[in-house]
């Protein structure tokens, strides 16, 4: 058995090491004091560090990947979140508190923390996910967010793991207001101002398309009422629907503002 396995074992070997002292040397310090945690145990933040393509390079020498980690931390980051808000917004219902937590918690909105605080920059990657641009790419970022959410957690308690989430949503949690429609369906507003005024539905289009593969941008156009179009930019085309449907709203609030000349 030794022998059939000893060549890839000292080659996996050597690479996890070399990988292992990479981090634990200046960047793992500089990542530390940038997400405001400093480990006892430094094995939970490389574990989350470990994407599953390095893992799978390196599996007789990595201790394993971050995927449970991203589980054990979306259940931690989603807990920490819906306290903040509940206790933030007593007066809100379920479905309100439930759509700001979601866009809060998106992988978009992972993805750019994991950028401020330099996560893609500490990923461990296998070779092929390196070469095709896997630390920019939002799915994978938004997990590692989750992972170090969790190593936190594992290494400091709850507490720690709070602290970190709302240091980092602190001014999200700041700019909420209650009465914006953000958080609500967009699209189902401006199709329910259509049917009681009689009017056709709103009808969206993409215009515009632009970004890599793994961080494409959509523009969507709304046209309403035959005298209101408006346009709105997103990471996905719904999310860029319920923007162009949002700056429709707005422009009906100004017609309805607005006195017709006869009156």
Known sequence: MA???????ASNSVRYTAAVVHLT????????SRIGHRFGDRSCIIRALTHKSFFHETRDASPGDNETFEFLGDAVLGFVIGDALFRRFPALD?????????????APALAAKARLSGMGE??????????????RKDSLLANVFEAVVAAVYLDG??????????????ADLERIDARDLLFQ???????????????PLPEYRVVDEYGPDHEKRFV??????????ARGEGSSK?????QAAKEALRHCESRLATPSRGE
């Open 185 to 199: 369906d967009y699209k189902t507003a401006l199709q329910e101002i259509a049917q009681s005024r009689g009017l």
């Open 220 to 229: 969507v156009e709304v046209t309403f009422d035959a005298e209101i179009s």
């Open 94 to 106: 379920e479905g309100a508190l439930s759509k700001i937590k979601a866009f809060m918690v998106s």
């Open 3 to 9: 022998g059939r396995f000893a060549s890839g074992d």
């Open 238 to 242: 719904k999310e860029a629907q319920q």
């Open 25 to 32: 040397n200046e960047l793992l310090n500089d990542f530390e």
């Open 157 to 170: 308690g709850i507490e720690a793991a709070r602290d970190l989430i709302l240091r980092t949503f602190s």
């Open 122 to 135: 500490m990923l461990l990657l296998g070779v092929g996910e390196e070469k095709s641009g896997g630390r």
